[in-house]
């Protein structure tokens, strides 16, 4: 299974962009979904994360700004970014620690899986 993010682009300060990062296979499953990003010259950190039961986690330096989300009948989870700062610029990376996907005849966990990133450049 592939993850495919989406949405990044080049906003204004104060500007807000919506990320998606959708599954190349039907989800039955999944333990924790994130997000990460990495600024250049700095590591990969973790932006915000959603369990299987819906419990989502943020970093502090985007709690009220940040929302993630997702729709299973889309197999898609989002990223919400409202009131962006240029502090924010960097790729974004969608993570997905487990996934329980449907192929043809079969279901197949696959563990630690990346997707390609996405670039958001927020200007000042």
């Known amino acids: 299974v592939q993850l495919q993010a989406s949405g990044g682009g080049l906003v204004q300060a104060g500007g807000s962009l919506r990320l998606s990062c959708a599954a190349s296979r039907r989800i039955l499953n999944f333990d924790t979904m994130a997000w990460y990003r990495q600024a250049p010259g700095k590591e990969r950190e973790l932006v915000a994360s959603i369990t299987s039961g819906g419990r989502t986690n943020s970093a502090d330096s985007v709690k009220g700004r940040f929302t993630i989300s997702r729709d299973n009948a889309k197999n898609t989870v989002y990223l919400q970014m409202n009131s962006l700062k240029p502090e924010d610029t960097a790729v974004y990376y969608c993570?997905?620690?487990?996934?329980?996907?449907?192929?043809?005849?079969?279901?197949?966990?696959?563990?630690?899986?990346w997707g390609q990133g996405t670039l958001v450049t927020v200007s000042s």
């Open positions: 993570y997905a620690d487990s996934l329980l996907w449907l192929g043809a005849s079969t279901q197949t966990w696959e563990y630690d899986i």
